[in-house]
Nanobody, 123 residues
Framework: QVQLVESGGGLVQAGGSLRLSCAAS????????MGWFRQAPGQEREFVAA????????PYADSVKGRFTISRDNAKNTVYLQMNSLKPEDTAVYYC????????????????WGQGTQVTVSS
């Protein structure tokens, strides 16, 4: 069992930055690939970024590439999402998720999920 708690969401103006954190507890964090997903009102949840167990692989959605950076600190059992140059279309609830070993863009392979944190970008 892995428990995930996101934090760091909030209201920011377009062009601003936020850093989301996801703290994990339970089984060995370093054995889990981590992903960030988001869901805007009335839309399906979509992939944002993922990171492999050792941080060596970091795929991104095209919509955030060059603006968002995912990272992890296995000593602190935490994964981060640094979001720069935010746009109103980035407004969504952001979720972190954990999958044993394998990195994936597919939300359906992730077994553990956090409760989400709201990010609102005003124009």
């Amino acid at each position: 069992q892995v428990q995930l708690v996101e934090s760091g969401g909030g209201l920011v103006q377009a062009g601003g930055s936020l850093r989301l954190s996801c703290a994990a507890s339970g089984r060995a964090f370093s054995n889990y690939a981590m992903g960030w997903f988001r869901q805007a009102p009335g839309q399906e949840r979509e992939f944002v970024a993922a990171i492999s167990t050792n941080g060596g692989s970091t795929p991104y959605a095209d919509s955030v590439k060059g603006r968002f950076t995912i990272s992890r600190d296995n000593a602190k059992n935490t994964v981060y999402l640094q979001m720069n140059s935010l746009k109103p279309e980035d407004t969504a609830v952001y979720y972190c998720a954990a999958n044993h070993i394998y990195t994936s863009r597919n939300e359906h392979v992730y077994r553990y999920w956090g409760q989400g944190t709201q990010v609102t970008v005003s124009s």
